[in-house]
């Protein structure tokens, strides 16, 4: 079960409503750092921008790659540890707006996390020390350290054997 904070909304779908739950400006803000930080090919500008311009914590030799694509709205529910890769086109969510409700939900992705290219994480979720996530997988839930997952829905593919592999 992903830990996301539920907001009931009534009428039409909180699509609509999206600046009552966030600023316009903000939402501007953010897109403009995200866009110039999707094409940056210098990783500690990327994380300079990040931190600096979004509120994410990311921590030190954490390398994002080109094209991912933060959460425009939330990106300070975002929280990347130490010594991560994100793969390419990567797309990193921390809301999301449904029929009759939003929900909110970090993202945490803890230290040495391997995640490969073209995935989606979704909100509330944790990716465990050490875990591998394959391209293409749809992140649902969470990932165990030293847990490698993939796939739509995503499934444990094996853990790693012992403590030491996972650091």
């Avoid at 110039?36 to 990783?43: A, K, Q």
């Avoid at 990327?46 to 994002?64: C, D």
């Avoid at 797309?91 to 490969?116: F, P, Q, S």
């Amino acid at each position: 079960m992903r830990k996301t904070t539920r907001y009931p909304v009534n009428g039409v779908n909180p699509l609509w409503h999206m600046y009552r739950t966030v600023s316009f400006w903000k939402v501007m803000k953010n897109f403009i750092v995200i866009q110039l930080s999707r094409y940056t090919p210098i990783v500690s500008w990327k994380n300079w921008m990040f931190r600096t311009f979004l509120r994410m914590e990311v921590g030190q030799h954490s390398a994002v790659a080109l094209m991912v694509m933060m959460d425009i709205m939330f990106p300070e529910k975002i929280k990347i540890g130490r010594n991560c890769v994100i793969g390419y086109n990567t797309t990193i969510l921390a809301h999301e707006y449904l029929i009759d409700e939003y929900r909110l939900g970090e993202v945490i992705i803890e230290d040495a996390v391997l995640v490969g290219a073209n995935t989606t994480i979704l909100p509330g979720v944790t990716i465990g020390k050490g875990a591998i996530v394959a391209a293409g997988t749809v992140v649902h839930k969470d990932v165990p350290p030293g847990a490698f997952v993939g796939g739509n829905p995503m499934q444990l593919i094996r853990m790693k054997a012992s403590e030491e592999e996972v650091l």
